[in-house]
């Protein structure tokens, strides 16, 4: 007989209509839809069109109409500044308000753009939240990335206000945030900067304020007016989140109001299996994609308690910090990234700190972001004594493709398998011909259409990249730009990007734009960036660089410079710490690097002189340039 996955899975392929209209009868509507899934205008699918609804009601108002507004809505812990402060759903709401009353007051009206570049403080999601409120589209950009980056974003969203903060807090050092904004400001062309900055003060450094440009958080709230919600169409965007795509430009990736309203609200139960009252916790960062669907929306969708952590695995203090928060806040879920747990097993292997606390209320670890490896899964399994899923997603979907749907039915786990589909998605691997291959071969992962409610709609003011990004190459399906297989099981098993991206420290990043900068550096005549792997963060970048000829500087200056514009022009999240130069590199005899053979040496994987390489005894200089900078100890020949 059929487990309640298998039912759901295949009902939510065979009828996405009843099984969406369904769902989405669990959320508030200002008006309910006109059609559940409109494929009018193909391939641009639109979810609950005609629907009116607000995304900020549906997190806070609502819960707290059905007698919830007493409970613990966000719970603020942040070893960095010994703070640790509740918000109900009451409070929270009315902070809320209040902030949309500010941007009301400031000018902002349903569809403008609101930039929020925050550390993470409750202000953050209040910030988002009440962008939702008032219909206005929120983009949030990590703390970690560099001015140039902001700018690029600035000029894409053309935000009518930037919110932002004077600093964020990691483990050794204060950021001042505000220079930062302004150097991005004065970067952004001028017909894309605000109108009016937002700041909010932290007592660890305080911001230097533009008169007539910047406000302060606090004295702007002190005579805020609440502003009530305001309902939307659900194909409405509600944000714009830039990831990495395969250039320097990052993509704009949009979600709608109702899809994902909806979506998101039938995931906590479903795949996380956890419900009103419950606390979960994602250790992520609002500015990732796993922060707006798991710190701030998610959660609040379904009245759960979301924890808002302002620290680090490791460091604030020491690696029992996530069992303490698991134990002092009651924590039920917790979502982080493999990165995460890597710190932890290296500072404290055999779980030590882990005793000094109650995790009784503790049921499920889930990771993401990156590959889980076997060693981190099981030493997760043996030191917390609970079920440890593996779940595969990406900013584009804004939830899982596949997991472990704990809440549906829970399948026994297989090391490197985030399991199967999740309902909604329906998973293929295609040959070069979009053809599904065999079970076990491996192939492109691509989604056939329409993709499930929540997923991106399409790229910001960029339809055309959206298709030529995801829907080109294999027509009637979305590609993931992941490679993998789907065993006589029916799991699926994510191996590689197929194009560019790396991921480090669960933190994705584009390598062609990592390029883009070396190449720029006046003595690189070419070069190349991989994501070779790395213990702690997974995979890091490192910069392979042929100089020009007649270059006499010294090369070790030449690495300082090189890495130092990557952390000026991406950002120290990039974590771009290791270059070397190399007298040619290996390509095709059609000129193109053989990026894959140089990775494969670099991580002391077994490789195939390729049939089409110009000169082979290149392979050869390359290992010893590997190995000098501490990679292909053991590799082959
Ligand atoms: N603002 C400013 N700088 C930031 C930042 C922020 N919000 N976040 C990170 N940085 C900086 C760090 O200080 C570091 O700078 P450094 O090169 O001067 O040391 C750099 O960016 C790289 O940061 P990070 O990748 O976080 O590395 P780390 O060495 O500080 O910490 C881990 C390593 C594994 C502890 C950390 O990456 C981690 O906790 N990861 C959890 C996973 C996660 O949150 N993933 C997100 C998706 S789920
Ligand atoms: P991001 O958009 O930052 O969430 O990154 C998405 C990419 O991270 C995916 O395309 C994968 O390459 C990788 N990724 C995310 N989750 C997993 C996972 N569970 N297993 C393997 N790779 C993953």
Redesign the pocket.
């Given at each position: 007989m059929a487990n309640p996955y298998e039912i759901a899975f295949e009902r939510s392929i065979r009828d996405p209509d009843g099984f969406w209209g369904e769902a989405a009868e669990s959320v508030h509507w200002y008006k309910k839809w006109d059609t559940v899934l409109d494929d009018s205008n193909k391939p641009f699918y639109r979810w609950f069109k005609g629907g009116e609804i607000n995304t900020c009601y549906n997190a806070l108002d609502r819960h707290i109409e059905t007698g919830r507004g007493d409970q613990a809505a966000l719970i603020y812990d942040s070893p960095v500044t010994d703070t640790i402060q509740t918000y109900t759903f009451s409070e929270l709401r009315d902070e809320t308000a209040g902030f949309a009353g500010v941007l009301a007051d400031l000018g902002v009206q349903k569809g403008d753009r609101v930039l929020i570049y925050m550390?993470m403080i409750p202000q953050a999601a209040m910030a988002m939240l009440a962008c939702a409120r008032i219909g206005a589209v929120h983009s949030v950009v990590?703390?970690?990335f560099a001015a140039n980056e902001l700018a690029t974003r600035i000029n894409d969203a053309k935000p009518k206000i930037i919110v932002s903060a004077s600093c964020?807090i990691?483990?050794t050092r204060v950021?001042p945030y505000k220079p930062l904004l302004d150097e991005a400001i004065k970067m952004a062309n001028a017909d894309s900067r605000p109108d009016k900055c937002v700041i909010f003060q932290r007592s660890q450094a305080s911001a230097e304020m533009m008169d007539g440009r910047d406000v302060d958080w606090a004295e702007a709230m002190a005579s805020a007016r609440p502003h009530d919600c305001v309902p939307v169409a659900a194909t409405d965007p509600l944000y714009i989140l830039y990831t990495s795509g395969t250039t320097g430009e990052p993509k704009g990736v949009v979600r709608d109001n109702g899809g994902h309203v909806v979506a998101l609200n039938w995931t906590m139960k479903n795949i996380y299996n956890v419900d009103a009252g419950d606390v979960y916790w994602a250790?992520?960062?609002v500015?990732?994609v796993?922060g707006h669907s798991y710190i701030v929306y998610g959660p609040l969708f379904r009245g759960c308690t979301t924890v808002l952590f302002e620290g680090?695995?490791?460091g604030t203090p020491d690696a029992g910090v996530f069992w303490r928060v698991i134990s002092e806040h009651q924590v039920k879920c917790m979502f982080?990234?493999p990165?995460?747990f890597?710190?932890i097993k290296r500072e404290d292997p055999n779980a030590e700190l882990m005793k000094k606390y109650d995790l009784s209320k503790f049921e499920s670890l889930f990771l993401?972001?990156e590959r889980l490896d076997p060693d981190t899964l099981h030493w997760a399994e043996k030191a917390l004594n609970v079920p440890v899923i593996d779940h595969w997603w990406q900013t584009e979907t804004g939830w899982a493709i596949c997991a472990n749907c704990l809440g549906l039915h829970y399948f026994p786990v297989k090391e490197g398998s985030p399991t199967k589909p999740v309902p909604g998605w329906n998973v293929q691997v295609v040959n070069t011909d979009n053809q599904a291959v065999p079970a076990g071969e491996i192939g492109a992962l691509v989604v056939r259409l329409p993709l499930p409610p929540g997923s991106l709609p399409t790229l910001w003011n960029n339809d055309q990249r959206y298709i030529d990004s995801y829907l080109d190459e294999f027509p009637g399906a979305y590609k993931t730009a992941d490679a993998g297989f789907i065993d006589e099981d029916g799991y699926v098993f994510v191996m590689s990007r197929t194009d560019d991206i790396i991921n480090?420290?669960?933190?994705r990043l584009s390598t062609g734009a990592m390029e883009e900068i070396l190449a720029d550096h006046p003595d690189v005549a070419e070069c190349a960036v991989l994501g070779v792997a790395d213990q702690?963060?997974g995979q890091i970048p490192v910069g392979f660089m042929v100089l020009n000829a007649g270059v006499t500087r010294d090369k070790n200056e030449i690495i300082k410079e090189v890495i130092q514009a990557v952390r000026d022009r991406i950002?120290?999240?990039a974590?771009f710490k290791t270059a070397t130069v190399v007298g040619r590199l290996p390509k095709t005899r059609s000129g193109k690097i053989l990026r894959g053979t140089i990775q494969k040496i670099a991580d002391n994987q077994p490789y195939k002189v390729p049939a089409t390489i110009d000169d082979p005894t290149i392979l050869g200089e390359m290992k010893e340039a590997l190995v000098e900078i501490g990679y292909a100890k053991t590799g082959n020949d």
């Open positions: 550390p990590f703390g970690g964020g990691e483990v950021i250790a992520s960062d500015g990732w796993v680090k695995p490791v982080t990234a990165t995460a890597r710190a993401a972001g480090v420290a669960g933190h702690l963060k950002g120290p999240v974590s």
